[in-house]
């Protein structure tokens, strides 16, 4: 019968072996490659200049840090009153102490109201609970299809804008004033609010002008039931009237980006109507 060695084998989950790679590595010379990759690397940080605001920023955390100290006028006033530093100032009723720590500083930004940064971060916080709360009860299924359509309808409001503003320049040429067509143009995204007061009084002024305008403007060409028909239609239906009406008007080819001489130029040359064609 063979006998158990005096020696017990070597545990490879103990920490013996990190010791040893440690100080093999710590041992090892570095490649060429390795030392110029630290040197360039110190160099960067060396180099790097920190924002101003980053720096107004650390700079303001360091002075809220710091104590008050004895020298500053305001503490030799409460000290002339019997305060001692670590005291509480404030209210002591109620078995309260008083606060011992300044008020935070909470910097504000912007030129929005007294509370609306808060606001703000509470319908964020909402919003996002909202969409927490419908992933967790939808299908995945599902919700990879919302996901598709949402890109889908997103793609093809793209094509629509881009369509009705090829639509508005070929009418323009051709000394059409209007067209029913150009409604379908999708509003533009509401801009963030500018911080610069000139800023605000230009945006005001324009859109005096704007309402200015349409206030001149006669009785509407099209009646309200034939502008919300077209408004109503399916996304897909809405381009495909632009598309067909630039096909048939101007032999123009929104998929091809391309004019054509005439109807049978188009129809030869042009793969067909629809994107999938081309």
Not at 70 to 99: A, D, P, R, V, Y
Not at 150 to 156: N, S, T
Not at 192 to 217: G, I, R
Request: charged share 40%; glycine share 4%.
């Amino acid at each position: 019968m063979s006998h158990h060695s005096d020696e017990e084998e070597d545990d490879y989950m103990s920490t013996k072996f990190l010791e040893n790679a440690q100080e093999f590595e710590s041992k090892r010379q570095e490649s060429y490659s390795e030392r110029r990759k630290r040197q360039l690397r110190e160099q960067q940080e060396k180099a790097y200049i920190k924002p101003r605001a980053q720096l107004e920023a650390e700079e303001r955390e360091k002075g809220l840090k710091k104590t008050i100290e004895e020298g500053n006028k305001g503490m030799k006033m409460l000290m002339k009153m019997g305060f001692k530093q670590g005291q509480g100032l404030g209210n002591k009723k109620s078995g309260s102490s008083g606060i011992a720590e300044p008020i935070q500083v909470d910097l504000k930004l912007g030129r929005s109201g007294i509370g609306m940064d808060s606001e703000i971060r509470k319908r964020e916080r909402e919003q996002e609970e909202e969409e927490i709360r419908k992933r967790v009860h939808l299908d995945p299924d599902e919700f990879r299809n919302q996901m598709a359509q949402k890109a889908k309808d997103a793609q093809l409001t793209r094509y629509i804008n881009a369509a009705v503003s090829i639509c508005e320049k070929l009418d323009e040429e051709n000394e059409i004033e209007s067209n029913i067509l150009w409604i379908l143009k999708p509003p533009p995204p509401p801009s963030s609010p500018s911080t610069k007061p000139e800023d605000v009084e230009q945006l005001e002024e324009k859109e005096k002008e704007k309402n200015e305008m349409e206030q001149e403007e006669t009785e509407p060409i099209y009646s309200q039931e034939d502008i919300d028909a077209l408004k109503l239609l399916p996304l897909n239906d809405q381009l495909s009237k632009i598309t067909d009406y630039l096909r048939e008007t101007y032999y123009y080819c929104f998929w091809c980006r391309a004019k054509y001489t005439d109807k049978t130029d188009i129809d030869k040359n042009c793969p067909g109507t629809t994107e999938d064609d081309h």
